[in-house]
């Protein structure tokens, strides 16, 4: 019984740091960018606002953005209930069908980059490319305990692989200096509306 309830009373110690944590601005990070612009092919993790993040819950590409759910870690590795959004907005969606397959092939293979000199960006649909970067941490849909989002202080690599039914392979690298947010490594995208959340 002692011992349970000392499993219980860490697991709660753990929650309340992790959410006193998010309240407390983090340092600046500098940014490690991958030598070459190679990207580990690893599942996709790092550190989001200071907290350590490793794999991909679910991540999708819709007519408005880019998203990508990831498990937020505790200090000493465990897995926590709450998870993190990166989210790219005003991505630059190809709408020539509402198709989500038509749309997803003209990312097929290609390669977008921010702030590493010359921008790469989608050019084709409407808009005007990838407009900001944001953070949410939330532990159910709709119930955001905190947000962030910056406009120019990030830089991205993205690289696109082959379609295959319904999802594509895509090797990630960004870094937010000023939000204490660095991750790198490889997941699958879907495309099409908002799926439901895990």
């Given at each position: 019984?002692?011992?349970?309830?000392?499993?219980?009373?860490?697991f709660?110690?753990?929650?309340?740091?992790?959410?006193?944590?998010?309240?407390?601005?983090?340092?600046?990070?500098?940014?490690?960018?991958?030598?070459?612009?190679?990207?580990?092919?690893?599942?996709?993790?790092?550190?989001?606002?200071?907290?350590?993040?490793?794999?991909?819950?679910?991540?999708?590409?819709t007519?408005?953005?880019?998203?990508?759910?990831?498990?937020?870690?505790?200090?000493?590795?465990?897995?926590?209930?709450?998870?993190?959004?990166?989210?790219?907005?005003?991505?630059?969606?190809?709408?020539?069908?509402?198709?989500?397959?038509?749309?997803?092939?003209?990312?097929?293979?290609?390669?977008?980059?921010?702030?590493?000199?010359?921008?790469?960006?989608?050019?084709?649909?409407?808009?005007?490319?990838f407009?900001?970067?944001?953070?949410?941490?939330?532990?159910?849909?709709?119930?955001?305990?905190?947000?962030?989002?910056?406009?120019?202080?990030?830089?991205?690599?993205?690289?696109?692989?082959k379609?295959?039914?319904?999802?594509?392979?895509?090797k990630?690298?960004?870094?937010?200096?000023?939000?204490?947010?660095?991750?790198?490594?490889?997941?699958?995208?879907?495309?099409?509306?908002?799926?439901?959340?895990?």
């Amino acid at each position: 019984m002692n011992f349970l309830k000392s499993t219980i009373f860490l697991f709660l110690l753990l929650l309340v740091s992790c959410s006193q944590s998010l309240s407390a601005e983090p340092e600046p990070i500098t940014c490690n960018v991958p030598k070459f612009h190679k990207i580990p092919n690893k599942p996709l993790e790092g550190i989001v606002y200071g907290r350590r993040v490793r794999g991909v819950t679910r991540a999708y590409l819709t007519l408005n953005d880019f998203r990508i759910i990831q498990q937020v870690l505790s200090k000493q590795g465990v897995v926590l209930r709450t998870k993190v959004e990166i989210r790219f907005a005003a991505i630059a969606y190809p709408v020539v069908s509402y198709d989500a397959e038509t749309n997803a092939k003209l990312f097929e293979g290609k390669t977008f980059s921010y702030g590493f000199g010359k921008d790469i960006l989608p050019e084709f649909g409407v808009g005007g490319g990838f407009d900001g970067f944001a953070l949410s941490f939330f532990e159910k849909k709709g119930r955001y305990s905190f947000s962030s989002f910056v406009h120019s202080d990030y830089k991205f690599l993205m690289q696109f692989g082959k379609l295959n039914q319904g999802k594509m392979p895509v090797k990630l690298y960004v870094c937010a200096s000023s939000l204490a947010t660095q991750v790198s490594g490889t997941f699958e995208v879907e495309f099409g509306d908002e799926p439901y959340w895990e």
